[in-house]
């Protein structure tokens, strides 16, 4: 391609290009040499069609590694090897000349409902940003482009095209904004996604706000911004708000829009140059790229893909140590899953693996003893189920120990649709009763791309959240549960007792267009934290075969202005194995709302058995800021943070109380403003103090109801000790 600007194309030629030339190709302009790029779905598979593209792109694609969805990497806590997954994703990618592959997915798990969760990291946002920084690096270091999506509060499917998520600016800053931000400025993705939804009334699509404002002005986003396909609900809005590329195609329809507009003068032909630029700049970038040659390392990706698997399995009970499973003992593996993994996610992302992993295959592999198998029930309830369960009853009984394999079938969770409970299906349920009256020495398996409630929690002695492991999950289970692999995994969800529990219930997925993010800040763990409820498993949770000690932390402020937390983890186990250590801050007596604390770092930490480590984490100054809504930006307040080094949300092993220096907040003032905000003003507090002894003594029930009073309607008081005139020129003193 020759060094093109928009200058040297004709107006429909620069409207031609910010729009698709099919399901996955952008246009190619041959006059100028200006070639066409593919993109193609992710974000942990290439997901590239072999032939013609269909009118929903879902045909058949080419085989690729299918691994861990973000449910399940997410919760290794490893940046660095989502960062690896990320390598090997931009191969694959540059393999079959893909320029572009769409993800990570980064939205907040908002309510356990949402059916695309298996594609997001967590319901936190600092979990979430990190992450997919890491996916980003990793991918974009192949000379292929990610996409960072869905841009955003993109939080639930249901009307997913239409949707308006009212959400509060502190929330839409701090939980729903923060993780992209993070992305944004680590990673630098080459492009962002807007979603379907409105925000606020808005679609994503064409939000100036969201598109320009934010993400460029604040956070200094220098790619492209695509559409989601089918996202474009006002063309010439979009390419003013900053909107560049719509996919897919629309056959040329919404270019002649363009151009039209152009014409009548309805739009400045300016904002169509800047469109086509980025498109010209991203059609360059993927063309720096040297030609990739060679096939594809199916077996060292497959590896990669069971090594991120075996890091994914959170171990979240073990009682009596019955993990890990001893290998001559007679086995009974039940469950269909067993047998058929679910492995992935359905809908845009679907992959076509280069093989698969089951875990039934890899148990027997692993084992010297028996393995009896019984499929216990089937995923579409098909078949006599009474003699499913007595098969497997049977087969228990007969065992020493059992490995019961449950979860959601595909049909349950999908893009497309939300769930309407966490229950798992009525079958499995009853079949969990009778296998553990059988022989209660069970160890429970999970496959869900969603949180599921775990009635018989108490019931078993072990249970693996399995999520959806990717093509060598069976493999990376069996590794886990015969202690090949020591799980490490923490869940970056909670799993709650009941769906009635969740912060957002009654408020999602809303009616009549709206959704209520009524929850506000108390989004997750810090909803549950804020109302004291009980949880099945809380945030950050998960266990080892070994066992970690924690010294005291300790904590003081870098040269930067952030806050390193050291503090000391030790293997207290015979075993090797890897903590998670999670810092996490609070501000008891805040100015505003706050959860009771909130995750601010993390670190994964490989520990020899009685080795010591000293875990250093940094918590960024900006990720204690909270968005002020009287200023309209960040803001970090003053005072005492207590920094708290825990191997879950609710698991603190040591704190440390640390005085930081705020950024100093005068919040305009006008005769609106109230009484006690003129009192928090230097340069008023001094004049309007005594006003006020003078009108209400030392009556300080009074003086303390006054201090909510909008000082305007003072001056109309009887007696007022400020005149009208007074008044204005005390506030232009303030203002000053």
């Not at 202005?561 to 050291?566: M, P, S």
Request: some cysteine; hydrophobic content about 45%.
């Amino acid at each position: 391609m020759t060094d093109v600007s928009p200058t040297e194309l004709t107006l429909e030629e620069k409207a031609s290009l910010t729009s698709g030339r099919d399901f996955w190709t952008t246009k190619p302009i041959e006059r100028v040499r200006v070639p066409s790029i593919m993109m193609t779905d992710g974000p942990h598979g290439l997901r590239k069609q072999s032939a013609a593209s269909d009118h929903l792109g879902l045909a058949q694609s080419v085989p690729a590694t299918c691994f861990p969805p973000a449910v399940g990497l997410g919760s290794s806590f490893d940046p660095e090897l989502a960062e690896r997954v990320g390598v090997a994703l931009g191969t694959e990618s540059a393999l079959e000349d893909v320029a572009v592959i769409l993800g990570p997915g980064v939205n907040i798990k908002r309510s356990p409902l949402c059916g695309r969760n298996f594609e997001y990291f967590s319901e936190d946002p600092i979990v979430s940003g990190v992450m997919g920084a890491g996916l980003v690096r990793g991918i974009q270091s192949r000379g292929v482009g990610a996409s960072l999506k869905h841009f955003a509060a993109n939080n639930q499917e249901t009307d997913r095209l239409r949707v308006s998520s009212d959400v509060d600016p502190r929330p839409l800053r701090e939980i729903y904004l923060r993780g992209f931000q993070r992305v944004v400025e680590d990673a630098q993705p080459w492009t962002v996604m807007c979603s379907y939804n409105r925000i606020n009334g808005v679609y994503a699509s064409e939000d100036p706000w969201l598109l320009t404002s934010v993400l460029r002005g604040e956070w200094g986003f220098e790619g492209l911004v695509v559409s989601d396909w089918g996202a474009v609900n006002d063309r010439v809005a979009g390419v003013v708000a900053g909107l560049d590329l719509e996919m897919p195609s629309s056959g040329g329809r919404t270019d002649a829009q363009l151009v039209a507009a152009v014409k009548d003068g309805s739009l400045d032909e300016a904002a169509v140059d800047l469109a086509a630029g980025r498109v010209l700049d991203l059609v360059r970038k993927a063309g720096a790229r040297p030609a990739a040659s060679g096939v594809l390392d199916v077996d060292a990706h497959h590896a990669l893909a069971r090594e991120a698997a075996g890091r994914s399995i959170v171990l979240l009970k073990n009682d009596g140590d019955i993990l890990p499973l001893d290998r001559s003992q007679r086995i009974a593996v039940i469950g269909a899953f067993a047998a058929e993994p679910r492995f992935q996610g359905a809908g845009s992302s679907l992959i076509n693996p280069t093989r698969v992993d089951a875990a039934l295959d890899a148990i027997r592999a692993a084992a010297d003893g028996e393995v009896a198998y019984a499929a216990g029930f089937t995923f579409d309830g098909s078949g006599d189920a009474d003699a499913l369960r007595a098969e497997a009853v049977a087969a228990a009984a007969s065992a020493e120990r059992v490995v019961l394999f449950l979860g959601l079938p595909a049909a349950e969770e999908s893009e497309g649709f939300d769930r309407t409970h966490i229950d798992l299906p009525a079958a499995q349920l009853a079949l969990v009763d009778e296998v553990v009256t059988a022989n209660p020495n069970v160890v429970v398996v999970l496959s869900n791309g969603g949180v599921v409630a775990l009635p018989f929690a108490e019931r078993v002695p072990a249970i693996l959240e399995g999520w959806l492991l990717g093509q060598a999950g069976g493999s990376a289970t069996a590794d886990v549960l015969f202690g090949d692999v020591n799980p490490s995994a923490k869940l970056t969800e909670t799993i709650p007792l009941r769906l009635e529990d969740t912060p957002s219930y009654g408020s999602f997925p809303g009616e009549f267009g709206h959704v209520r993010y009524g929850e506000g800040l108390l989004v997750g763990y810090r909803g549950f934290d804020a109302a004291g409820k009980d949880v099945a498993f809380p945030f950050g949770h998960g266990l080892s075969y070994t066992r970690f000690s924690y010294g005291d932390a300790a904590a003081e402020v870098t040269e930067t202005g952030d806050v390193l937390v050291r503090v000391d983890v030790t293997n207290t186990g015979d075993v090797a194995g890897r903590e998670i250590v999670q810092v996490y801050s609070s501000m008891p007596g805040s100015a505003v709302q706050r959860a009771p604390r909130e995750l601010k770092s993390f670190l994964s930490v490989a520990l020899e058995p009685g080795e010591t480590r000293t875990a250093e984490l940094i918590v960024r100054r900006s990720d204690l800021a909270y968005w002020d809504i009287r200023v309209d930006g960040w803001v970090v307040e003053p005072g005492e943070y207590v920094f708290e080094a825990a191997a879950s949300s609710r698991d603190i092993r040591s704190s440390v109380a640390l005085e930081l220096t705020g950024d100093e907040v005068r919040p305009p003032l006008s005769r609106e403003s109230s009484i006690g905000e003129l009192l928090e003003n230097p340069a008023t507090a001094s004049i309007i103090g005594p006003a006020i002894t003078a009108m209400f003594g030392d009556d300080a029930g009074m003086i303390k109801m006054m201090a909510s009073f909008p000082i305007g309607r003072l001056a109309a008081f009887p007696n007022a000790p400020v005149s009208e005139q007074q008044l204005d020129e005390l506030i232009a003193a303030g203002n000053a």
